[in-house]
Nanobody
Framework: QVQLVESGGGLVQAGGSLRLSCAVS????????MAWHRQAPGKQRELVAV????????????NYADSVKGRFTISRDNAKNTLYLQMNSLKPEDTAVYYC?????????????WGQGTQVTVSS
């Protein structure tokens, strides 16, 4: 059983910062892609940032939604199977539930996994 558990959400004033974490646990052979998505009230879930691996280990390319480029940074600690999202210069429009995503290869399957979500609220 693979589990993704997010933490680090909360309430912050505009211009502030938050750091989200996502710990992946279970019988994992490798994690290929990891990403953060978000869903604001009344809107569809959207991709915020994605990070891939090279050869299944350290490194990998990153991509960001235009709305967060220059403000958010995605990173991962492969040794800890943990994904991070450093969010700076937060804006009220960043308010949403943030979801961690991972494409995981186990001994028996390759599949998408999602966390339960963590609320980020930015006040003006």
């Amino acid at each position: 059983q693979v589990q993704l558990v997010e933490s680090g959400g909360g309430l912050v004033q505009a211009g502030g910062s938050l750091r989200l974490s996502c710990a992946v646990s279970g019988s994992i052979n490798s994690i290929v892609h990891m990403a953060w998505h978000r869903q604001a009230p009344g809107k569809q879930r959207e991709l915020v940032a994605v990070i891939s691996t090279i050869g299944g280990t350290i490194g990998g390319s990153t991509n960001y939604a235009d709305s967060v480029k220059g403000r958010f940074t995605i990173s991962r600690d492969n040794a800890k199977n943990t994904l991070y999202l450093q969010m700076n210069s937060l804006k009220p429009e960043d308010t949403a539930v943030y979801y961690c995503y991972a494409f995981v290869i186990t001994a028996t399957r390759s599949s998408d996994y999602w966390g339960q979500g963590t609320q980020v609220t930015v006040s003006s």
